[in-house]
């Protein structure tokens, strides 16, 4: 979702030299999908405090995290994708593990579909999430070098109190979104992230838009869901839902899959 998309018929990409794991905030974990709403959280009445010197302490903790509390070693994977010009559809049911070497690993369960969302969606996908774990993540962490970070004010989202960010790119580069993000006021994690990419990866595509929400149980990220929605010229619009959560238990998982649950 971060800075590489490789879908065979919409370019090449540079190659880059190879760094640590990308936290996962900036992780295609979130590359529907309905089209990202980029829309801003209205500040009315009902959710509005002035209290910035309290969002200038979450941010300085989130940033200090670097935003890995949802980077889980192990974890389970859907993926729903879709051409909607074409009228085709695939899935994908994986178990993600992150390497010691900061690779990826991924064990399909099941992955079913039309053949060009299978393979120009979703194996590019995987392939993408793969290599974004070279991308240096001090190049497009949400650090005030590589963004201006304005604070737009709190909201509620559902029953938590959360503070409200813009963050716009200094430079057009690979991996920066240009958007917005809401943190918890309580644990300093993201709970939504909402953007484009501020550089495309190819002249054939014309947008790449995300949304990502973080559902929080017991102070950690239970459970994440991505939208991505790619306008590209020769095939229309490509559209993914992605969730993932964390998971202890390999095995139970891989039962599961072969019974048909």
Excluded: C
Aim: no cysteine.
């Amino acid at each position: 979702m971060y800075g590489h998309y490789e879908y065979a018929a919409w370019g090449r990409q540079r190659p880059v030299a190879r760094a640590k794991a990308v936290p996962q905030w900036i992780r295609p974990s979130v590359l529907a999908l309905l089209t990202a709403v980029l829309a801003w959280p209205s500040f009315g009445a009902e959710g509005v405090t002035a209290d910035a010197s309290a969002a200038a302490a979450v941010l300085e903790r989130f940033i200090v995290s670097e935003g890995e509390a949802g980077a889980w070693p192990v974890e389970t994977i859907e993926i729903q994708a879709s051409l909607p010009t074409l009228k085709e559809t695939g899935r994908l049911r994986a178990i993600r593990r992150l390497l010691p070497v900061g690779r990826l690993d991924y064990k399909v369960l099941e992955i079913a579909g039309d053949a060009n969302v299978k393979n120009q969606v979703i194996v590019r996908y995987i392939s993408a999430d793969e290599k974004a774990t070279e991308l240096a993540g001090s190049s497009v962490a949400p650090t005030s070098a590589n963004y201006r970070i304005h604070y737009a004010g709190s909201v509620w989202l559902g029953n938590r109190l959360t503070y409200a960010f813009r963050m716009i790119p200094r430079k057009k580069r690979e991996g920066l979104i240009n958007g917005a993000f809401w943190l918890d006021s309580e644990t300093g994690m993201a709970v939504r992230e909402s953007g484009y990419l501020a550089k495309r990866s190819s002249v054939f595509v014309r947008r790449i838009n995300l949304t990502r929400e973080n559902e929080l149980h017991n102070g950690a990220i239970a459970e994440r869901v991505t939208h991505l929605s790619v306008e590209a010229r020769l095939i229309g619009r490509a559209q993914l839902i992605i969730v993932e959560r964390p998971t202890s238990d390999e095995s139970a998982v891989e039962g599961a899959a072969e019974g048909g649950q």
